[in-house]
């Protein structure tokens, strides 16, 4: 059963669908042109199954992985030329040139057939969506020495935060940027369980510094694309 998601479609230009499984009859598709169908399983790779006859050609497009860390603020000592500050109206589009720069790794960057201007689309309304005043939806600017680096969007569901962007310049990647934005992200959020944060495994950076945060891998799901201009 196709669900449309209709912010995607809106954002993009193109009909947006999420389906549960990489299995879907031509016969069946209303809509034969400018379409993305997404489908994200936890089972084990099914693309041996998606060439049968009259069945629409899903690609594999990553594993993605999902990572927890308990927020433990006991040993964390923050430095004081560096803070994770709400972000301001007036540095938005700043932080959406940081994000479009340096973000390499999404789904859609990793599906080659998705137009570069569509990408850079979802990245400015992705990002303009949180400054819209949601109580459970933050951005906040890395600032060093009063620069902004980096940017971090999270999302705040019961007691767990979930780290929905993370992004750092690429001037300032590689000098430990990251490990400051997720101490000031646990200082922020003392009394919460944990931090959950997701990547896909061909963002092995972004996999290493999890590990080495600290962080455990607690679950994997495989993304199919659908995708036809």
Known sequence: MLIKDFWLSKVSNINCFNIKSPHLNKDKLNIKKNLLITCKTKEINK???????????????????????????????????????????????????????????SRFDLDKRIPKVVVKKIRF???SSYFLNSKDKSIYS???????????????????????????????????????????????????????????????????FYKKYGFKKIKTYNVFHYYEK
Request: include cysteine; hydrophobic fraction near 35%.
């Open 142 to 208: 890395a600032k060093y020495k009063n620069k902004i680096v980096g940017l971090l969007c999270v999302l705040k569901k019961k007691r767990n935060i979930f780290i929905d962007l993370i992004s750092i310049s690429k001037n300032y990647s590689g000098k430990g940027f990251g490990s400051r934005i997720i101490d000031n992200l646990q200082i922020k959020f003392p009394k919460y369980k944990s931090i959950i944060v997701g990547t896909y495994n061909k963002n092995k950076k972004a996999i290493l």
């Open 125 to 127: 309304s992705w990002i």
């Open 47 to 105: 693309v041996k199954y998606v060439n049968k006859k009259n069945n629409l050609e899903f690609k594999f497009i990553g594993k993605n992985i999902i990572f927890k860390k308990n927020i433990d603020i006991k040993k964390i000592k923050l430095e004081n030329d560096f803070n994770l500050s709400i972000s301001k109206e007036k540095d938005k589009q700043k932080l959406i040139n940081i994000c479009v720069k340096n973000m390499k790794s």
